[in-house]
């Protein structure tokens, strides 16, 4: 099982800026791809950004583009969630998760950090 150990949450002002970060200590195999989702008080987590590992391919939810980058160290097994322009409504807990294949499931994920912003 993989351990993925997340951190850079916290709270900051709308328009400001976090980043977060997502490390895989001691993993020995590639993920496909890794992702970033969020859930909000009394919602469902929702898809943030995801990078594939080996291209460096990335994806981003309608709501993070242009504002959200996740860029990645491959050699750090360290995957990044940049957020500016933050807002309200990006307040959740932010999880990060892996995928071995190429599966919809994801099959590792982090504790998740909270993201608060204030308006």
Not at 84 to 105: F, H, I, M, Q, W
């Amino acid at each position: 099982q993989v351990q993925l150990v997340e951190s850079g949450g916290g709270l900051v002002q709308a328009g400001g800026s976090l980043r977060l970060s997502c490390a895989a200590p001691g993993r020995t195999c590639s993920p496909y791809l890794m992702g970033w989702l969020r859930q909000a008080p009394e919602k469902g987590r929702e898809f943030v950004a995801a990078v594939t590992w080996l291209s460096g391919t990335t994806f981003y939810a309608d709501s993070a583009k242009g504002r959200f980058t996740t860029p990645r160290d491959n050699a750090k097994n360290t995957v990044y969630l940049q957020m500016n322009s933050l807002k309200p409504e990006d307040t959740a807990v932010y999880y990060c998760a892996g995928r071995v294949g190429t599966a919809t499931e994801y099959d590792y994920w982090g504790q998740g950090t909270q993201v608060t912003v204030s308006s």
